[in-house]
């Protein structure tokens, strides 16, 4: 199992422009989650899914959009990005079904100049 | 407010048991608190996760007191790669996630 993937490992926008981050997992997993992590601090759930088709706001969902047509992939869509945006962005599996240990993908490091 | 509350730091020896402590108010039958280790450029891993009384694995254990309002993650004999930044996670039943802001440990050799 290659486990959760992410796409990119880094990339740079200017303010205003619109991207989305990919993120895929093969261990048929219910729940999916995206997080940010700015330098030096903790995580900030931005969205999360506990099945295909359903979505949910997390602590920080402003500027973000998700969806989840299918099981394996979450993508994660900045909408006109700005620099306040510029962080590491970690996408998380879990199993469910009274399994809630998450699986971190290795991360995008996003830049907004 | 749920909310939950860890040590910025902490420093040991090689060597040495280390044991991390987490506060989580507000926390019900149902909500089971999780540890994760991160280091530097790389994704959080899972080390633990329990309910209440002691759950142990091969990599550490976790001491949770019968009023469950903080839990305590224990590393055996540490080393210097188990430096790094430990996190405490609070799951409750309707999916809200509380994460707390984790504890930098530093081992020494």
């Known amino acids: 199992n290659a486990g959760v993937t992410q796409t990119p490992k880094f990339q740079v926008l200017k303010t205003g422009q619109s991207m989305t981050l990919q993120c895929a997992q093969d261990m048929n997993h219910e729940y999916m989650s995206w997080y940010r992590q700015d330098p030096g601090m903790g995580l900030r759930l931005i969205h999360y899914?506990?099945?295909?088709?359903?979505?949910d706001q997390g602590e920080v969902p402003n500027g973000y959009n998700v969806s989840r047509s299918t099981t394996e992939d979450f993508p994660l869509r900045l909408l006109s990005a700005a620099p306040s945006q510029t962080s590491v962005y970690f996408c998380?599996?879990?199993?469910?079904?009274?399994?809630?240990?998450?699986?971190f993908g290795p991360g995008t490091r996003l830049t907004v100049t | 407010l749920a909310k939950t509350t860890q040590p910025i730091s902490m420093d040991s020896y090689e060597g040495q048991e280390v044991n991390i402590t987490c506060s989580h108010n507000?926390?019900?039958?149902?909500?089971?608190i999780t540890w994760y280790q991160q280091f530097p450029s790389q994704g959080p891993r899972f080390i633990i996760q329990g309910y209440k009384t002691k759950v142990t694995n091969e990599v550490a254990s976790l001491f949770i007191p019968a009023d469950r309002k903080s839990s305590t993650l224990s590393l055996p004999r540490v080393s210097l790669s188990d430096t790094a930044v430990y996190y405490c996670l609070v799951g409750y039943s309707n999916y809200q996630l509380i994460w707390g802001a984790g504890t930098k440990l530093i081992i020494k050799p």
């Open positions: 998380a599996s879990s199993p469910g079904q009274g399994r809630y240990e998450q699986y």
């Open positions: 507000n926390i019900a039958t149902n909500d089971y």
């Open positions: 899914s506990v099945g295909a088709g359903i979505t």
